[in-house]
């Protein structure tokens, strides 16, 4: 029943920014940790960010100073600035609630290129 859908991937140039989006519903349990996870063509999928309640943000050190997590009750932001072609991938968001199960969303298409 839990539902995750992405929005705000796509196609920018290096240097450029997006911003996506993640709302979760479906269950009446509270969320423990939502974060953006990504994997580029070849790549196994990696962890970007996540936010967790009562503990704060994580980062990869390959975004640190350049992304920005933030939640807003069941929804979750990626900013993104000062992109560049390895950021390329599909970006996926992920929830994971006090229940600990986790769910997935079915990802977002981010492409930096000229």
């Known amino acids: 029943q839990v539902q995750l859908v992405e929005s705000g991937g796509g196609l920018v140039q290096p240097g450029g920014s997006l911003r996506l989006s993640c709302v979760a519903s479906?269950?009446?349990?509270?969320?423990?940790?939502m974060g953006w996870y990504r994997q580029g063509p070849g790549k196994q999928r990696e962890l970007v960010a996540t936010?967790?309640?009562?503990?704060s943000t994580k980062y990869a050190d390959s975004v640190k100073g350049r992304f920005t997590i933030s939640r807003n009750a069941n929804t979750v932001y990626l900013q993104m600035n000062s992109l560049t072609p390895e950021d390329t991938a599909v970006y996926y968001c992920?929830?994971?609630?006090?229940?600990?199960?986790?769910?997935w969303g079915q990802g977002t298409q981010v492409t930096v290129s000229s």
């Open positions: 936010i967790t309640t009562g503990v």
């Open positions: 479906g269950s009446i349990i509270s969320i423990r940790t």
């Open positions: 992920n929830v994971i609630y006090y229940s600990m199960q986790g769910y």
